[in-house]
Structure formats: C-alpha cells, structure tokens
C-alpha cells in the first residue's frame, strides 16, 4: 500500500497552506491498496502534542476505490469525531511552540464499520481490530518558521 502527497514528502515540511494558519487537508494519494480492501480509513493525528496527542482528522469507510483526498469536506465517507469534538478536519498542524510531527495513517480494511458520527478514534481502533489488512503511514514536520 501507498500512502503520498503533492503537497510534501515523508518527513519534510508541512507547507503553510495545511497547517492551521491556512486551514486545510494536505493532498493525499491512496494507491496499490491490497486485495480484499472493501473500505480505507485515515487517522491523522500529532504525537508530539504537549498534553496528549490530538487526532487532526478520523474518517471511515472511504471506499477502497478510492485514490485519495483532494478536499476533505467532499471526502465520500463517514468522518468522526477529533480531539476537538468536532466531525471535521481539526485545527490543522500548527507549531506555537515548538516543532511537531504529524502523522497520516491509513488503513485498508476487509468490512465496512458500523459507527455513528459520535465515534472517536478509540472507537475506531476497536472496531478495526481484527480487520486490518494492511497500514502506511506519511508524515510531516511544523515549526515554527513554517507553521
């Protein structure tokens, strides 16, 4: 499986317009997705938030056919809840007060999940255990000169 962006590459720079100063999902492409993939699904996340890590965006059942996201708000899947309780993209990455890493997990999964909009990511790591077929992750630096 393979998880890219247009926008960076594996371990550089997010660029300003995806952080939280420009507001919007980086571009992502979704190829070489196994076999027996009915659904994707993709967590995006901070580990390196101060007090915990805060997931940026959680969606679910994108289609397998899918070859990835170029708006998230037209994303045709069902997108939960973040850290900051809403079913949206989060506050992007954003670097106040020191350099961050962020991560952007996806997922192939073998079913389709039975989650209502209410569900957080733990929700969904519960419920896509056991039917996880293959994972990637991409990430991406903030700082503060970019963020």
């Not at 580990?47 to 959680?58: I, L, S």
């Not at 289609?63 to 990835?68: E, F, K, R, T």
């Not at 809840?81 to 991560?103: I, L, T, V």
Request: charged residues 25%.
């Amino acid at each position: 499986m393979k998880l890219e962006s247009p926008a960076f590459t594996e371990g550089t720079t997010i660029p300003m317009q995806y952080t939280c100063d420009g507001g919007g999902i980086p571009p992502l492409v979704f190829s070489k997705i196994p076999n027996g993939a009915k659904t994707l699904a993709l967590v995006v996340d901070d580990q390196t938030a101060p007090d915990e890590v805060r997931d940026h965006f959680v969606v679910w059942n994108i289609p397998a056919a899918v070859s990835g996201v170029i708006d998230g708000s037209t994303l045709d899947a069902v997108v939960g809840r973040n850290s900051w309780k809403q079913n949206a993209w989060g506050a992007g990455p954003c670097a106040r007060d020191r350099e961050r890493c962020y991560a952007f997990r996806l997922y192939a999964l073998d079913t389709e999940l039975e989650l209502t909009r209410e569900a957080t990511r733990a929700d969904l790591e519960r419920a896509m255990d056991d039917h996880v077929l293959a994972v990637i992750a991409l990430t991406g630096h903030c700082d503060q000169a970019s963020c």
